[in-house]
């Protein structure tokens, strides 16, 4: 089944058994009843289970090309589920370029709970090989990264990760598994933020995480039942809705951003734009072998690295609206220093290139002829 049609009907009922609702309906109930006591119709507490839930879940497996899928209340009690895999004493190599919030989680939270984190630079896939200990067990990637657009190479990174038996996840929200499958790269388990791409209409907080390996589902599986931090239906039907448009939404991203990224290459105003489909962008050719298309998160950064200017740009905007997320119809901008990555410390933070003058994009589907002429009235 091709991605378009899987995205439709892969991994779900075509039509609903009881009374034949062409969309999954919502299961709006906390619990279900039992024939007999441990004798039931396949769901007993919705925590445990919800079948509006559970076709979310199978639907983004079938889209990963995975076996199993879990949804959560958000990416980050997602994440949060992953890290509870790990115990006191273990280590994880994370790439330094990443989620604020997921920093925050690993640095304010797990490290204070006898978890190790190293945050390296991993656009040569080598270079976390001197932290690797007898106690590292999880490698963390994202790519394309938040907010520099970096692409990471999932085939070398999940070449590691078996030499030296880690688990490897990969936050793909930036890409989906329309642009990319990390488990099809070797990856273990792969995270979204679902509030982003996948339910797409800026109107839900979800996360989702798809395995395929049955062993591993299971222990996901118990901790999302017993730490609780699941999706409810009515974000399940909202993320399963926003699947079903999901390539034709990102293929309009894809194409906005890239008129996006070239505008503004040859802006006299602009000093740098981070978009992987660029020629001059370092691993253009890693991306073209990894992605179906580049995505539709640009960054860039206003000439003189400054503050002010770059708060100006963003205030003059009126078609993309200066607010925290990404991933929707509509065309974000936002400020990664004061907002999105705020929890970093500020050293941290430039030693990574994130200053000042840095600008991230979520490139939306409205006329790029707008966009464009937002673009260029408030740079002034």
């Known amino acids: 089944m091709k991605f378009n049609t899987k995205a439709i009907h892969g991994g779900q009922q075509n039509v609903d058994p009881g009374y034949g609702a062409v ?36 639907a983004i497996a079938s889209l990963e090309n995975g076996k199993h899928g879990l949804a959560f209340a958000s990416g980050l009690a997602a994440i949060d589920a992953i890290l509870k895999l790990l115990k006191p004493g273990d280590e994880v190599i994370s790439t330094n370029d990443l989620y604020g919030g997921s920093y925050r989680l690993f640095n304010g939270i797990y490290k204070d709970l006898g978890i190790k984190f190293h945050f390296v630079n991993m656009q040569d896939p080598t270079a976390f090989l001197p932290y690797l200990t007898e106690h590292t067990k999880l490698i963390w990637a994202e790519t394309p990264t938040n907010p520099l657009i970096n692409i990471l190479d ?88 926003g699947l079903k448009t999901l390539p034709l939404r990102m293929q309009r991203h894809c194409e906005n951003a890239k008129a996006v990224a070239e505008f503004l290459q040859q802006h006299p105003k602009v000093e740098r734009v981070f978009w992987p489909g660029l020629s001059n962008h370092p691993q253009h050719d890693l991306a073209t072998k990894q992605m179906l298309d580049y995505g539709g998160m640009v960054a860039f950064t206003t000439k003189g690295n400054s503050y002010t200017e770059a708060l100006k740009f963003l ?66």
């Open 154 to 241: 999932l085939e070398a990174l999940s070449k590691i990760a078996k030499t030296h038996n880690l688990l490897l996840a990969v936050d793909n929200t930036f890409a989906t598994a329309y642009l990319q499958r990390p488990l099809e790269w070797g990856a273990d388990i792969v995270m979204h933020s679902a509030t982003k791409y996948l339910g797409g209409h800026s109107d839900l907080i979800m996360g989702s995480v798809v395995v395929s390996d049955d062993a591993l589902a299971k222990k996901l599986y118990f901790i999302q039942n017993a730490s609780g931090g699941i999706a409810g239906p009515m974000d399940s039907f909202l993320a399963l809705r």
């Open 315 to 380: 205030e003059r905007l009126k078609i993309f609206t200066l607010a925290e997320s990404l991933g929707g119809v509509e065309s974000l901008a936002g400020h990664p220093v004061t907002m999105t990555h705020a929890s970093i410390p500020k050293a941290d933070r430039e030693k990574t290139g994130i200053v000042d003058s840095l600008i991230r994009l979520s490139v939306g589907i409205e006329d790029k002829t707008d966009l464009l002429l937002d673009l260029d009235k408030a740079l002034g």
């Open 23 to 58: 969309m999954s309906p919502i299961y709006q109930t906390s619990t279900f009843e039992q024939i007999s006591p441990g004798q039931h119709k396949g769901f007993e507490y919705a925590r445990s289970g919800n079948p509006t839930r559970s076709a979310y879940e199978k």
